[in-house]
């Protein structure tokens, strides 16, 4: 699965930036858009940079995967 460009163009404008660190992005949804993959509203998008990522998770979360380009992004939803 691949997201065109303007889909990708479309989502990341609507969603608030969080920073970038040791090649990743993250973004957060704040209007509730709908995850691509499962169609639920996400948490927060994170968009992976560079070849190898390394991601330290702090909550138990639920994980979407997508790519675009060269890049790999996940959309994280918090389990209730
Ligand atoms: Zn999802």
């Known amino acids: 699965m691949r997201m065109e460009d303007?889909?990708?163009?479309?989502?990341?404008?609507?969603?608030?930036?969080?920073?970038?660190?040791?090649?990743?992005?993250?973004?957060?949804?704040?209007?509730?858009?709908a995850c691509p993959a499962c169609e639920t509203p996400f948490d927060d998008l994170v968009v992976c940079e560079?070849?190898?990522?390394?991601?330290?998770?702090?909550?138990?979360?639920?994980?979407c995967v997508t790519t675009h380009d060269d890049e790999v992004l996940l959309f994280t939803h918090k389990q209730d």
């Open 6 to 33: 303007t889909d990708y163009e479309r989502l990341v404008s609507s969603l608030t930036p969080r920073g970038s660190a040791n090649g990743v992005r993250t973004y957060q949804n704040t209007v509730s858009v």
């Open 50 to 63: 560079e070849e190898y990522n390394s991601l330290e998770l702090s909550l138990m979360l639920d994980l």
